[in-house]
């Protein structure tokens, strides 16, 4: 605005001049915020909203000096953010969805008098970011470079509308009023300028019951009336201006616009600037408006003092909120893993991650119950393999048949009448014991070891592969993970095999040769003597008894009352059955408890404890197999890119506050 300023038009710029370096800060660091990732940082801006057709556009175009579309229909389907940048060395338009004005294809160089040009960038980007029809949220930027007059940056938002040639009236309606809201209600910062016709009521006007309901105490809502050049006689736009019957705690301001054919016939901004003056001064209506509220001289004098007062109140703030944004970031970012960069650095990386896994491991064998925490159950390996060894010893103790039964009994009777002619009828041959023990004992003795095997080998898998996820998890790709995993299962079932055999050899010695010195056997076989020597002379009058003492022995009182049954006939056969039963139950309770004990030693000894020492001696050679296998998880390279980004963004916001 030149010589046709009247003296607001001075008091702006003299307040808008004194705001630059504040308002240039702000520019600044409004475009280096909206790059930054993550809870916005709310800095104080100005947003123009209202009804289609209001006349938004030209209260922007008046205010910036640029020819934004306008005409019936959604010349405006997105936002458009308008930095002006007063004091600069050269004049320059840049229209472009990018708020860097880096992406060369979404951005576009226009002469500032080239009016068709700014409009036609201006329509190509908005059915670039949305269907012919349809409102978006992505914006436009608009940075308007000039030698001469004030900084600010305004947004104008899609006007609020039911009318679409394209769409569903009430989906765009929608569409509309949730943008205006969300622009409204974005910050407590925001500066909201709400549009409304001089020839429409204020209280149906949507955008105003917005700002009225996001901005309960109306401390950023200002009312910008429009189209006042085309008053109908006797209208009462100076008592609705009033806020009789919708207040405004910023009141309302009357703006006069270049109309269409003005603009087409070169009206400049200087003759506005008259244009508007003369109306104010002889319309019978507009003459008795206050002086306050006429002219985008009064608006601009409003908006700076307004604007003024929440750079004052907000940068000091800002500083707080940018600097402990900077440390938790930079804390975040220091968290994060090395960057893979070289073959020294993944190298580095595995020795390093393969050392903790290695003596997270070894502290499992231990029995260290606390290496992720008691509640995680792979990682309580001792426990897990004693779960194994434990059910191994109760179904080796609980699946063979009882020899003390009478299909025993009736087997062994069987086999002695079949020795009768070589044997005498009293003696039990040693093949029949073994083949009878054999029988009963080595399917189970082999099936219940290969179980032992098989759990002890998924626990000792289990546990590694938990260290491993727990290592490993946010520093590397899946596919270095399940490589890791896959070498381990090898090693480990190498292991296991080679201890199965042994396992194996030692069950087919249990079924092939009887041995033991453990004085259980005899003990068991002398109480069972010394009680039939003990109860003879009862047994002989038939008095029987109760054969306190043998329960320990697992001697059960069926079996010796038909032992008693088998003396009083005098059969010296079904004795010797008797006592064979005897034997092999006391032999198959040595053997159960041997095995069990001798198969869980071996596993603890060679699955879990030599799988721990065969790790310590491969982890060096599999980070060097490995280390070709290393990638930056994407997720890791992202946030680091994001972190950085975020960091470098905000250090430069943070210098510049400083500079005020």
Known sequence: VASGENTHTHTARSMLTRRLPQLDAMEQVKSLLKGVTGEAISVPSIVVVGAQSSGKS??????????????????????TIVSVEGGADAESLT?????????????????PDDSAGFGKAIETLTNTLTKTGEIGNTPIYVKYKRP???????????????????????????????????????????????????TEDFENSKAIQLAKRLDCEGDRTIGVVTKIDNLPPGSEIVKHMSGASLPLRHGYFAVRNRSQKEINEGMGLDDLAHKEAELFATDEVLKHLPEEQRGMARLLDKVASEQGKRLDERIPPMRSEIQCRIRKDSEALAGL???????????????????HIQADFR????????????????????????????????????????????????????????????????????????????????????????????????????????????????????????ALKHLFCEMLDGVTSKTAQVVECLQRAEASVTHTTNHYYMQTIQKFQETVNQEAHNWRKDQRTRNHGSEEFGLEEEFMHNTALSFLNNSNDALAVRTMQISLHAYGKVVQKRFSDSVAVLLLGQVVQGTADTLTDEVMNWATALQCKVREDPDVARKRQMLTNNVQRLEKALAVLKGL
């Not at 893993?337 to 393969?354: E, V």
């Not at 039964?405 to 041959?429: I, T, W």
């Not at 399917?443 to 546990?463: I, Q, W, Y």
């Open 58 to 79: 030209s209260v922007l175009e008046h205010a910036t000096g640029l020819a934004f579309p306008r005409g019936e229909g959604m010349c405006t389907r997105v936002p």
């Open 95 to 111: 229209v472009s969805t990018d708020p860097e004005y880096q992406v060369q294809e979404s951005t576009f160089a226009v002469a």
């Open 148 to 198: 001469t007059g004030l900084t600010f940056t305004l947004t104008d938002v899609p006007g609020i509308t039911c009318n679409s040639k394209y769409a569903d009236g009430a989906v765009v309606e929608r569409q509309t009023i949730n943008l205006t809201e969300e622009m409204i209600g974005r910050s407590a910062d925001t500066l909201v300028l709400v549009v409304l016709p001089a």
């Open 337 to 355: 893993p090395l960057p893979m960069a070289d073959d020294a650095a993944r190298l580095q990386f595995l020795n390093r991650k393969l050392s």
């Open 363 to 482: 502290r499992c064998v231990e029995s260290d119950t606390d290496v992720l925490g008691v509640a995680c159950k792979e990682t309580n390996l001792a426990a897990r393999v004693h779960e194994a060894m434990a059910t191994l010893e109760e179904n080796t103790r609980e699946r063979p048949p009882s020899f003390l039964k009478d299909p025993v009994k009736n087997q062994l009777r069987h086999a002695n009448k079949e020795g009768l002619g070589y044997n005498l009828s009293n003696f039990m041959q040693g093949s029949v014991f073994r083949s009878v023990f054999r029988e009963a004992t080595g399917p189970v003795l082999k099936e219940e070891a290969a179980v032992a095997v098989t759990a002890t080998r998924e626990a000792v898998a289990a546990c590694f592969c938990a260290l491993v996820d727990h290592h490993l998890g946010n520093g590397v790709t899946p596919a270095i993970r399940s």
